[in-house]
């Protein structure tokens, strides 16, 4: 059973970093695709980054690109996003999600994601 769980969350000010992570458990990550997608009130669910170490590949949208790194520790099972350089804009709630990529591409639209975490809010003040 796929178990995803996000934390690391928090308010910050404009210009703030933050590290989120997620905990995943019941697949074997270097099968999976994972990432990170965000949503602000109102609207739509948007992926942030993605990444599958299967094959060595990532994804990060341009909104945050230079500012967002995504990451995987297939040891820990553990998926990460490290933000800086952090604006208004990125607030929402961050949701981590996961697939199974085995023999396929790297997924970067939210509709591939078979598993979501509940997600963390992440709050930018300006």
């Known amino acids: 059973q796929v178990q995803l769980v996000e934390s690391g969350g928090g308010s910050v000010q404009a210009g703030g970093s933050l590290r989120l992570s997620c905990a995943a458990s019941?697949?074997?990550?270097?099968?999976?695709?994972a990432g990170w997608f965000r949503q602000a009130p109102g609207k739509e669910r948007e992926g942030v980054a993605t990444?599958?170490?299967?094959?060595?590949?990532?994804y990060v949208s341009d909104s945050v690109k230079g500012r967002f790194a995504i990451s995987q520790d297939n040891a820990k099972n553990t998926l990460y996003l490290q933000m800086n350089s952090l604006k208004p804009e990125d607030t929402g709630m961050y949701y981590c999600?996961?697939?199974?990529?085995?023999?396929?591409?790297?997924?970067?639209?939210?509709?591939?994601?078979?598993?979501w975490g509940r997600g963390t809010q992440v709050t930018v003040s300006s």
């Open positions: 999600a996961a697939r199974l990529c085995l023999g396929y591409q790297l997924a970067t639209r939210t509709s591939e994601y078979s598993y």
């Open positions: 019941g697949y074997r990550p270097s099968w999976y695709c």
């Open positions: 990444i599958y170490t299967g094959i060595g590949s990532t």
